[in-house]
């Protein structure tokens, strides 16, 4: 698939983690971009942050990414066709303070996407609200729930250790 300014979310993550893949990347999609993908909401986020698993060299990743068409700029790998940007924050994969975090495969397309499960997806947009007061996390997480069937429990006592 062919990346252009007309690609999705859906369609961005698809090829960027078969490109990883390929490659020999474990990376673990969290974010707003796995948000957006749980809570079926469209292109609700422009950047894909991916955890990786491992030892990887940044000049492993470049290759990864440069077969599809994305170069670094900066912290960042830009597309020329797409607005979508890629990110890979620091790990190790945690939630606030819960860094015992299972990433879990969804499928996205013809891809077999290793990222947070549903109710480790509503959680990080908790975090992002009871943190940051960020509204937009909060709705989102909501638009989760709506879609999946969550660990409230688990979620509940998570949020009482993070003070919320």
């Known amino acids: 698939m062919t990346l252009t300014g007309t690609s999705t979310l ?3 993550v698809e090829v960027v ?4 893949h390929a ?13 957006s993908l749980h809570a079926r ?10 955890i990786i698993q491992g030892r990887v060299t940044r000049a492993e990743v470049e290759t990864a990414l440069a077969s599809v068409g994305f170069t670094r700029h900066g912290a960042s790998y830009a597309h020329p ?12 994969l945690a939630i606030g303070d ?3 975090v299972e990433p879990v495969v969804v499928r996205v397309g013809r891809a ?6 549903p109710t480790d997806s509503c959680r990080d947009r908790l975090a992002a609200f009871y943190h940051w007061n960020d509204r937009q996390s909060l709705d989102v997480a909501v638009m989760i729930a709506r ?15 993070e003070g919320h």
């Open 23 to 35: 490659h020999g990347i474990r990376a673990v999609l969290t974010g707003g971009a796995c948000a």
């Open 17 to 20: 983690s078969r490109a990883l």
């Open 98 to 100: 819960d860094d015992l």
């Open 10 to 12: 859906r369609q961005v």
């Open 147 to 161: 879609h999946h069937r969550l660990d409230m429990r688990a979620i509940r006592e998570w949020s009482l250790r």
């Open 81 to 92: 066709r797409t607005a979508f940007f890629i990110e890979f924050p620091a790990g190790p």
């Open 41 to 50: 909401g469209g292109d609700l986020s422009r950047d894909l942050d991916y």
């Open 112 to 117: 077999s996407v290793l990222s947070l499960s």
